[in-house]
């Protein structure tokens, strides 16, 4: 879910973030835009996922990413997190076969990288044209890619799902990693059936996640090589509609709970105060349960001043039903995104009545 | 105060009043000066913009680029394999599209395509596009980026949208002030279709940061480093626009003259008021308040009126450079006048500052003028006689720091500042040479009026003296760039005659259409010898430079003309053992025969020893000869970029139809000798028309000059004749002598110019021309030319002495008795 | 209203220093006239232009209503010049390029007194209502000593000096212009110095005062 985050940056890139009024009479094709969003096929309950297709691009639709969080940990101990996205934005509405016809594609890819630890936080993006190669997905074998940055099979998963074993690179300015993730597990439905929804209204996505992968790579920080071990979490998530016009940011939660199992929870803040909270408990064998809005209790404890703004960074989170009330600790709080619309993502540990690791996203403020 | 401020200079103005005519010329001298000097700036001005818009449409100025070996458009697959490995790269594809306007009229455009996500953004045209319209630039039907001025030259507007020759019709127009003039910039995608080369690119933008180290290239990209060659053209253009900018300066000069000699006038014939003014209480601090402020009015008016005018200059003149500029370095300069307000401001504060240059010193006189004024018109001659003196020992020592620099100079603009000295030193050292001239006169002079004709000459001498030396100046810089002007036509005439072997000239579009050609062509028994050459763009020690692969023939050792090689040179060249150069190379690089050139190719660095130098009027790159068959060897795939045909004379037009028909060959790709010759004198035309229109008009400033220092010297005239005319001359009489006498002193200057115009014209040949461009002419004498000058300098003063000589006819006793009146 | 004390002034000359007044003591009372005689060199032009603030002394002391004008700078003596005194020079120095009218009130208006209704009358008095368009050069010479004369009282300064105002005009027209001066300069309540070789003008004047070398050699007051 995270991370209609990308829909933003991506407009904002595109001049389209709506910021700019006295542009949008430049010409039609911009204020095109909004008739083309009525080209783009629209998210509905009914719709069955059928993989491995599904891992690959939906061009049809408006927005999609690929996003992986990693949890983890050195040979010294020293924990670290890591981020890996792919986003995808279309210009206009195409088949897949248009999308892939060269530069007349009208998909647009952006990639985020971040690696994270008590002492540091380094980030870098990506911006890429498709249909030439220089950015895009491919099912079979799977690969997402942009520029050198890549999330590929890692080998033949022999009749598994081709999501569970993968391997992921990125690098940027003094920081790299590569990571090996296996998962053996099949992936996990979000929401109803992967219909997530994001408002009471229209608003709603696709959604699914591999939330059960294990980790072993190594992460360059600065020239020093560390060899890392830990646990991953992959987001797949694809939409046409923004968010609703009075939802101004989010607050996103995906934990691995030392028991096994794995929650994700997040709240989308209204302008008005009323926020849509929505969340998923995952039992260690890949069973899920809907958490319903009124199941779930995020409070804000601490701001932390990041980058000039006040981000809350400490929380206590609860799920009353299930006797869960922990609270949350970033590992490094200045883990802020200073990327075109800048957001706040970075690794957590939480305590209380489950203990565990996780990562937070932010954005909004 | 204020008021007090406010009487002054209503009665110092009020003198303008009674004498219009001189503040008529202090007005047109400034409005000369400033209108041709901020014209040429305008011009200038005009062309750096363009040149800056060219050199950052990508950010950078030596943007680094890789290109494919042989300059070809290369397979878009490694721009995807480079981004795959990590390197920031961006892909480009560049090409020539011929669109019609709505008028029919064809324009040849440079198209550029651009992928706007991947491009080095920094401080880009591209980045700017960014911020205007990304997603129109990007989404069917997208957008044609085309700056202002192109777009109105084509009578097109914003949103129109415009077929190509080739039948692709463009994207909608869209206009962008910060695209380089000519130039249509769509996205690549489009640029493939546009330009029917899907899949392919020209060139790759590499980041800056990334390139500084110039990193080798994975193997299985054969590209190479290159640098782009729109940061070459302020490079290659510097000396065009320097040569412009002194012309302007000297037109400047001259102008400052009139002004200097008006205003000095003005302040002679105020003394008496200015000592009225003080003597009736007025402070010092305020008389200069007055007379600076005066001066300031003085310089807005006039410097508005040459600012305007400098504006129409320029948009006169813009169409000629514009074209010379194409002509000469292929750079794009917008048709079009557009220029900001600092160019204005400019022009009015060069307007100021030569004002107060020209002015300063009549204030100056005032301030230090006592308030008790005792006329000693004795010591104000013998004033002038020293300042005679003192100017002559001034040139003297400036033509001793000319001579000084022809040995030492050793750049450009030491060549300009050699000419400087020149025309200054010359200028300086006239009165004296004059004086001396006439006191040789006077010694021949046997009647006592002849011996008066002398003598009252000399007297005169000092106040004509700055107008004789403006008139000299403007002679000498007609002369000497006239000389070089056509000392370069006949030069360049005769040896294009040469050069332009071939009768017939033709560029393929493909190695394919060439073969075709070929194949054609080897079938007609018209043709005698077909003479493909192939061509790398490619640098020798940072200059850009064009290596031409030329097969062996006996018709180049027949017909290329080199102006130095080793014994049998050609048949070496054929050989592969060495290249011949251009002149420029040579120059600039300083390369003599034996020399070797280290040239870098795909396989390693190519030693080529120097067989020969030749000359290559017109090309500002140099150029490199050397065997075809080598240089296919070297850089292979390269495709033939022109065939040379010798061709039975009458067979030529058939043969043309020909071509045309099978392989609808168009406007520059099938050329004829004469129109080669033609369109190459056509540039060469353009090159000067500019240079040529501002000298004459310097010279009609240096007449006007004339004619305001003869209008000042008229009242004193008269009081000088009215001695003669008591003693028994007629009033016409007297005309004609002072008549004579004008003449006289500007027929001398004239004949005292001619030496300096040559000296002139040999600087510019053997220093500035050298240094700016790369050749040397050879030297030719021009009498007739000489000649036309000095007459149409004489009618200009003879035009000029018709009023104040007039007066002299027209007067009556009463007015010249009043003489004596007035020295009682 | 004038105090002369004690005055010395001397000149640099290619031949040495030349002492051309030596120690002159003078007064003259309000709305009193005073002639100024001597030869040529005697001193009395030299006397009248530091009275006139259009050079200074080397010594002694000059007093105009009170004001002393020892130790005034170039502007403060402009003002002085201005407001205090007026001068009739013998070359008229008019403006040539302003027409009459311009002329006659050119310093009042420089001293920011223009007095519309004295032009008129002054214009009146000196026969020029009818020359007011005219430029200078268009006047004879006794019309253009009268726009002098005009200009002059224009201002109504407490002193007026005039230097030779009629020496340049034949008798009968100086002695027309003589009377206008004293009559116009006793109806402006100004006091008048004026240098003249002639023994004739002189005599019109309330006192008469001889230089010679620089000294005041006679004096018709006792």
Known sequence: MHRFSCLFVLLAMLGLAGCEPEQQSVDAGFAGLGEQAEGFTEVSPDRRFEFPADHGAHPDYRIEWWYVTANLTDEDGREWGAQWTLFRQALQPQTPLEAEAGWNSAQVWLGHSAVTHAGGHKYADRLARGGVGQAGVRVEPFEAWIDDWSLAQARDTQGQDSLSALSVKAAGEDFSYQLNLTADRPVVLQGEQGYSRKSEGDQASYYYSQPFFSVEGAIEWEGQRHIVTGQAWLDREWSSQPLAANQQGWDWFSLHLDGGEKLMLFRLRSTDGSHYYSGTWIQPDGETQPLAPGAIELEPLDETTVAGREVPTRWRLRIPSRAFDVTTEPLNEQAWMGTTIPYWEGPIRFGGSHTGVGYLEMTGY | MIERLGWVLRTLLSHWRRHPLQGVCLLVGLWLATGLWTGVQALNEQARDSYDRAAGLFGEDNQSVLVSPGNQPFDQEYFVTLRRAGWPVSPVLQGSVTLNGPDG?????????????????????????????????????????????????????????????????????????????????????????????????????????????????????????????????????????????????????????????AAGLAMEQRRGLLQTL???????????????????????????LGV????????????????SLRGLYGAQVAGQLVLDSQWWLTGLAMSLAGTLLAGGSSVLKAMRMPVLAWARPQAWRDAQARSIRRLAIMGVLLLLVAGILIYVGESLLTGFMLLGCLLLGAAWLLPLVLSLLLRGGRKLARSPLGHWFWADSQQQLSGLSLALMALLLALAANIGVGSMTEGFRLTFTSWLDQRLAADLYLRPESQAQADSIEQWLSRQPSVQAQLPSWQVQSRVRDWPTEVSGVIDHPLYARRWPLIEAVPGAWDQLAQGRGAVISEQLAYRLDIELGDAIELETPDGIWTLPVLGRYADYGNPKGQLLVSAEQLNQRWPGLEVSSIGLLVDEAAISDLVAGLQDNFELGGFSLIDQAALKRYSQQVFEQTFSATAALNTLTLGVAAVALFTSLLSLADARLSQLAPLWAMGLRPSRLAWLSLAQMLMLATLTCVLAIPVGLALAWCLVEVVNVQAFGWRLPWHWFPFQWLTLAGFALLAVLLASISPVWRIVRVGPTQLLRQFAHNA | MLEVSTLTKSYQNPQGPLQVLNGVDLRLTAGHTLALMGESGSGKSTLLHLVAGLDQADAGEIKVAGTSLTGLGEAARAAYRRDRVAVIFQQFNLVPSLKVADNLAFQARLAGREDTAWLALLAERLGLASLLDRYPEQLSGGQQQRVAVGRALAVRPPLILADEPTGNLDEHTADEVMTLLL??????????????????????????????????VGDSLP
């Open chain 2, 105 to 261: 009229a064809a324009t040849r455009l440079r198209l550029t395509g651009i992928e706007p996500l991947s491009v080095p953004e920094q401080g880009s045209v591209v980045g700017t596009i960014q911020q205007v319209d990304l997603v129109g630039f990007l989404v069917p039907p997208g957008r044609t980026w085309i700056a202002p001025d192109t777009l109105a030259e084509l009578g097109l507007s914003s949103g129109d949208t415009a077929q190509l020759a080739n039948g692709h019709a463009l994207p909608p127009l869209q206009s962008l002030a910060a695209v380089p003039p000519g130039m249509l910039l769509v996205d690549i995608g489009v640029a493939q279709r546009m330009l029917d080369q899907s899949g392919r690119l020209s060139q790759l933008l590499v980041e800056g940061a990334f390139a500084a180290n110039q990193p080798p290239l994975p193997e299985q990209v054969a590209l190479r480093w290159d640098v782009r060659d729109e940061g070459d053209l302020q490079r290659l253009t510097d000396s065009f626009h320097m040569n412009l900018t002194a012309l302007g300066l000297l037109a400047f000069i001259v102008g400052l003259f009139i002004v200097h000699a």
């Open chain 3, 183 to 216: 009559e116009l300069v006793r109806e402006a309540e100004s006091s008048l110095l004026m240098v003249t070789h002639s023994a004739r003008l002189a005599a019109r004047l309330d006192r008469q005062v001889t230089l010679s070398a620089g000294r005041i």
């Open chain 2, 278 to 304: 003080r003597a009736c209480g007025t402070s010092l601090r305020l008389v200069v308040c007055a007379l600076l402020l005066e001066l300031l009015v003085l310089a807005l008016v006039g410097g508005s």
């Open chain 2, 308 to 323: 305007l005018s400098g504006f129409a200059l320029a948009s006169l003149l813009v169409g000629d450079l514009a074209a």
